[in-house]
C-alpha cells in the first residue's frame, strides 16, 4: 500500500514538472550558465542538508568523475565533504556558518553555487547564498514549492510544485541528472 502510494504521488508529481514550461526553460538556462562557468575555468559548487547533501555530493560526482561517458573532469564538489571543517566550524563558530565560510575560502567570482533545500528556509542555506553573492558567483537554487527564504537570494530557482520532502528529493535528482547531461553534451559532445 505505501509503496502503491509513493510510486502514484511520484508519477503525479512528475507529470506536474513535466507539462511546466517554465521549469524547462530554467533547467535548460541554468544548464547553459553551468557550461559557462565551467568553460570559463570557474567551480560549480553543491550545498545541501541530510538528503539534499547526498543530493548535492551526487551531482557533484557526476560532473567531476563522468555522467553518460568518459570525458574529462569537470570541476564540481560538494561543500560537506571535508567533514573535520565541517565540524571544526560547526564547533567553533555555528553550522550556521558551514558553507559561507568554506565559500569564502574557496569560492571566487565567476564560479557558481547550487544549492539544494527542500524548505529553503535553512539558515547555512541562505548564509552560503549571501557569501555566494557577496564573492561575484553566480547562484541557484533547487526547492520545494514556496522556496523558502532562500528563492529571493538564488539568480536561478527551479521550485517543485510539493512539500513533500521525499517527492521533492525524486525531483531534484531528476533535474541534477537532466542539468549534468546537458553539461556533458555540450562541453563533450558525442552521440549516445
Known amino acids: 500500500m505505501v509503496l502503491k502510494r509513493a510510486l502514484e504521488d511520484s508519477i503525479s508529481l512528475k507529470k506536474q514538472v513535466l507539462n511546466d514550461i517554465n521549469i524547462s526553460e530554467i533547467v535548460n538556462t541554468l544548464a547553459m550558465e553551468m557550461v559557462s562557468v565551467l568553460k570559463s575555468g570557474g567551480k560549480v559548487l553543491f550545498c545541501g542538508n541530510g538528503g539534499s547533501a547526498a543530493d548535492a555530493q551526487h551531482l557533484a560526482a557526476e560532473l567531476s568523475g563522468r555522467f553518460y561517458y568518459d570525458r574529462p573532469p569537470l570541476a564540481a564538489e560538494a561543500l560537506h565533504v571535508n567533514t573535520s571543517f565541517l565540524t571544526a566550524v560547526a564547533n567553533d563558530y555555528s553550522f550556521d556558518e558551514v558553507y559561507s565560510r568554506m565559500l569564502k575560502a574557496y569560492g571566487n567570482k565567476g564560479d557558481m553555487l547550487i544549492a539544494i533545500s527542500t524548505s529553503g528556509n535553512s539558515a547555512n542555506i541562505l548564509n552560503a547564498l549571501e557569501a555566494s553573492t557577496e564573492l561575484g558567483m553566480k547562484t541557484a537554487l533547487l526547492s520545494g514549492i514556496t522556496g523558502g527564504k532562500a528563492r529571493a537570494l538564488a539568480e536561478y530557482t527551479i521550485l517543485i510544485p510539493s ?12 533535474i541534477g541528472h537532466s542539468l549534468c547531461e546537458i553539461v556533458e553534451q555540450t562541453i563533450f559532445p558525442q552521440n549516445i
Open 163 to 174: 512539500s513533500d520532502t521525499p517527492r521533492i528529493q525524486e525531483l531534484h535528482m531528476i
